[in-house]
């Protein structure tokens, strides 16, 4: 029995229902569809869209409107699911939603962006700290979202251009190398490609979609313990909708 696991910032769940969501979402077929910023309060989700047809749904929305947000759509149900990592100055901006399954634990999470300002360069990396403090050590883990960070250069097209860009900074960079080489997480893409040229986000302005010059900013990261279960880890750049397409991962 397989499960096929699915991450996508959707850019606007309000704005990605006009563009089909529903019609995607049931074509996409994922046991389990997690999403991040979805930048609206649940009451202001169209009900379809919210009680999505042989799910089970769930949402945490930032205190500030229009802004942030994750959701957790699930064909099984899940044991338990907790809201936030209980830390007041991140969890008043909805990023965190953890989904307890029988045999792992899934952390759908949209971690900041740390563009506007060196304050909030320090919250994401204060952000990703907690997050370590979270998975440390936790055997059955899966963390998935938009990481807001390319880990290599092989992860964006200009990474030379970009070395000094909050989002391939070395210090952002570095808690990927944490994350992966001190804490024992598989990054699952690379484990299955080491090709270049893959990305999960583009920017809209420069219509860099259409040439393909992009940045791998989503994943799926697996406790090793984890992974002998997973069987694939895959991008889909055919799935429009938003600035980011969905990755995803099947778990045995």
């Not at 379809?48 to 799910?55: A, E, F, L, S, T």
């Not at 990481?147 to 290599?152: E, I, P, S």
Request: with cysteine.
């Amino acid at each position: 029995m397989s499960k096929k696991l699915l991450s996508w910032n959707v850019n606007g769940i309000r704005a990605v229902a006009k563009k089909g969501f529903l019609e995607i979402a049931s074509e996409l077929d994922a046991d389990i569809l997690c999403l991040q910023e979805t930048r609206a309060f649940p009451e202001q989700i169209p009900a379809v869209v919210r009680d999505m047809q042989g799910y089970h749904s769930y949402f945490v929305a930032a205190e500030r409107g229009g802004y942030s947000g994750v959701a957790i759509y699930s064909k099984e149900e899940p044991q338990d699911i907790r809201v936030g990592l209980g830390v007041p100055r991140f969890d008043i901006e909805g990023r965190v939603l953890i989904a307890e399954y029988p045999d792992f634990t899934l952390l759908n999470c949209y971690f900041p962006n740390g563009g506007s300002s060196e304050e909030r360069l320090q919250y994401k990396l204060d952000f990703y700290e907690e997050v370590s403090r979270y998975a440390g050590g936790k055997k059955n883990l899966l963390i998935c979202g938009d990481v807001n960070t390319a880990h290599k250069e092989i992860d964006l097209a200009r990474p030379k251009e970009n070395r000094k860009v909050t989002g391939f900074l070395p210090i952002e960079c570095a808690w990927l190398d944490k994350l992966t080489e001190e804490l024992g997480f598989v990054d699952t893409f690379r484990a299955f490609s080491a090709e270049g040229g893959q990305y999960s986000w583009w920017d809209q302005k420069t219509r860099a979609r259409e040439r393909n010059v992009g940045w791998r900013i989503d994943y799926f990261f697996a406790a090793s313990e984890l992974m002998p279960r997973v069987k694939d880890a895959f991008i889909l750049p055919q799935v429009m909708g938003s600035d980011h397409c969905p990755v995803g991962i099947v778990l045995e």
